[in-house]
C-alpha cells in the first residue's frame, strides 16, 4: 500500500510541475500574443495615417493636372486618366497605363497615340526623374492627338 501511494504521489508531483511548467509557457505566450497585437495595432494605425496623406497627395495631383490614377489589377501597373483633354470640361477622356515591372514601359493608350513620341516622353522622365513632366507630356500628346 505504501508503494502504491508513493507512486501516486510522485505520479501527483510530476503532473504538478508538468501544469506549472504548460501555465508558465502559457502566460509567456499570452505576453507574447498581447505584444504582437499591440503592434500590429500600431501598425494599422501607421497605415492608415500613411493612407490619409497619400490620399491628399493623390487629390491633389487630380485636381492639379486633371486626371484621377486608377488601379488596373495588375501589381505592377497604374492607369492614368486625364479629363478635357479636348478643351471641353470632362467631355473626352484619355488615358494610359504605365507598366513598371521592367522599368517604365507606356501601354494601351486610349487613344492610340505615336509610340515614338511616347517613348521620348518617357525616356525624358527616366533620366530626370520628374513625374510631373511626364504626366503633363502625356496630357500635351493627347490633347495634340484629339486636336486633330
Same mark, same amino acid.
Given at each position: 500500500?505504501?508503494? %502504491?501511494?508513493?507512486?501516486?504521489?510522485?505520479?501527483?508531483?510530476?503532473?504538478?510541475?508538468?501544469?506549472?511548467?504548460?501555465?508558465?509557457?502559457?502566460?509567456?505566450?499570452?505576453? %507574447?500574443?498581447?505584444?504582437?497585437? %499591440?503592434?500590429?495595432?500600431?501598425?494599422?494605425?501607421?497605415?492608415?495615417?500613411?493612407?490619409?496623406?497619400?490620399?491628399?497627395?493623390?487629390?491633389?495631383?487630380?485636381?492639379?493636372?486633371?486626371?484621377?490614377?486608377?488601379?488596373?489589377?495588375? !501589381?505592377?501597373?497604374?492607369?492614368?486618366?486625364?479629363?478635357?483633354?479636348?478643351?471641353? #470640361? #470632362?467631355? #473626352?477622356?484619355?488615358?494610359?497605363?504605365?507598366?513598371?515591372?521592367?522599368?517604365?514601359?507606356?501601354? !494601351?493608350?486610349?487613344?492610340?497615340?505615336?509610340?515614338?513620341?511616347?517613348?521620348?516622353?518617357?525616356?525624358?522622365?527616366? !533620366?530626370?526623374?520628374?513625374?510631373?513632366?511626364?504626366?503633363?507630356?502625356?496630357?500635351?500628346?493627347?490633347?495634340? !492627338?484629339? #486636336?486633330?
Amino acid at each position: 500500500m505504501q508503494t %502504491a501511494i508513493a507512486s501516486l504521489t510522485s505520479t501527483r508531483d510530476m503532473r504538478a510541475q508538468h501544469l506549472a511548467a504548460l501555465q508558465s509557457r502559457l502566460a509567456t505566450a499570452k505576453t %507574447a500574443m498581447a505584444q504582437r497585437k %499591440a503592434a500590429q495595432k500600431a501598425h494599422a494605425a501607421e497605415l492608415t495615417q500613411q493612407g490619409e496623406a497619400n490620399a491628399e497627395e493623390l487629390a491633389f495631383w487630380e485636381a492639379g493636372l486633371g486626371m484621377r490614377i486608377e488601379g488596373t489589377g495588375g !501589381e505592377d501597373r497604374i492607369r492614368f486618366v486625364f479629363v478635357g483633354c479636348d478643351g471641353r #470640361k #470632362k467631355e #473626352k477622356e484619355a488615358s494610359f497605363e504605365l507598366d513598371m515591372s521592367r522599368g517604365y514601359e507606356v501601354v !494601351e493608350c486610349r487613344p492610340v497615340l505615336d509610340a515614338e513620341r511616347v517613348r521620348k516622353v518617357t525616356d525624358r522622365m527616366v !533620366e530626370s526623374e520628374d513625374l510631373q513632366g511626364f504626366l503633363s507630356g502625356m496630357r500635351r500628346l493627347f490633347v495634340e !492627338e484629339l #486636336k486633330r
